[in-house]
């Protein structure tokens, strides 16, 4: 097995976005399976993040659901967008009074990782709002909020994500409402924003210069890279065409997750 990465020194950086790309996508018949592809990317040398926007899930949970797809992966290689807004909020200089609009993780991971960071205020005391998917947001707590001034931080602008065979509504219907209620538009910390990288994951320049972004979205994953100036994979389902007719640009459309092999060079 050997690996060769053009123009590069050092092995790649591969950041594998997951829904759409290992979980909510079967291979084409033929191809390797995405835990296959991994593992052999791995044993060439590759170091692997997986990136993902969702804000519902902890990283010990995601670990057990790719398991459950034969995707092996240590929580620590794992960023969500829970994690990049708790990462957020960990460096006000003083403490925020805040209130969170989305799921029970999200406001478990905040507390985790900010502590006495955060104050939990009632809505109309709060200073900061973070806003992911709540379907279940009535517009008296928007009302609530209203009366406060706050800073609104969302996860991200996902309309929607792939879920079994099916697609499932994303944070971002809930962060419009809630923008048009407040007349603010919010500070997204998640894909597209490169703050991922930079301050999420940690990334140098010099880690960025053999980053490899790999996702399905042209909006989130490929904006992502093309924000961060790295190289970028679009992961398609049949139509390579279908990367056409967007402002963002990748480097390389594949259709199946082991023509990565092929394009690292690695042979196995
Ligand atoms: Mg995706």
Redesign the pocket.
Known sequence: MKLKVEGQSKAPLLVF?????LMGRREPADHRPGGEVIACLRAAGCSVRFLTNSSSITRSMMVGQLAAVGVEVMEEEIYTGAIAVARYLQSSASPIRLVVIGSQVLRDEISLLCGDRVIWAEPEEADTVVVSRDPSLTDEFLERINRSSSCLIATCRDAD??MGTGRVQGPGPTVSRVEAALKSVAHVVGKPNRYVFTDVMGLTAEDLDRTVMI???MD??IALANNAGIKSVLLLDGDARAASGSSWCPNHVILALDELLLLFQVTV
């Open positions: 976005d997951i829904h759409g790309v994500f792939p996702g399905d979205s989130q994953d």
